[in-house]
């Protein structure tokens, strides 16, 4: 995965989105059963959760999960939760 296609599946996924749920997208639950707790703790619909977890699981799939975490630390144009939330997370790797 390049950077540009990594950035474009950040996007589809949401930079927020992604600290946030890191666990849905990085745990071991089946595709269907991660759209469905995404859909349970979010006002997402069915179509958009589904979305978001084949291209979060395709950033992580690909081995960019520090890339990812360092670019949404980096953002200028994300909340500071999410940004010191990636911060944290790429501590842990």
């Known amino acids: 995965m390049t950077d540009e296609e990594m950035l474009r599946?950040?996007?589809s996924v949401g930079f927020a989105a992604?600290?946030?749920h890191f666990d849905i997208f990085d745990g071991?639950?089946?595709n269907a059963d991660a759209?469905?707790?995404l859909q349970e703790r979010t006002a997402w619909t069915a179509a958009g959760c589904r979305?978001?977890?084949n291209r979060a699981r395709a950033v992580l799939d690909a081995g960019r999960k520090a890339d990812a975490y360092d670019l949404i630390a980096?953002?200028?144009r994300t909340t500071d939760a999410a940004r010191s939330?990636?911060?944290a997370l790429l501590?842990?790797?």
């Open 51 to 53: 979305t978001r977890v």
């Open 35 to 37: 759209t469905a707790r």
């Open 9 to 11: 599946a950040l996007h």
């Open 91 to 93: 501590a842990t790797i």
């Open 18 to 20: 992604f600290v946030a």
């Open 28 to 30: 071991p639950l089946s």
């Open 74 to 76: 980096r953002s200028e």
């Open 85 to 87: 939330r990636a911060r």
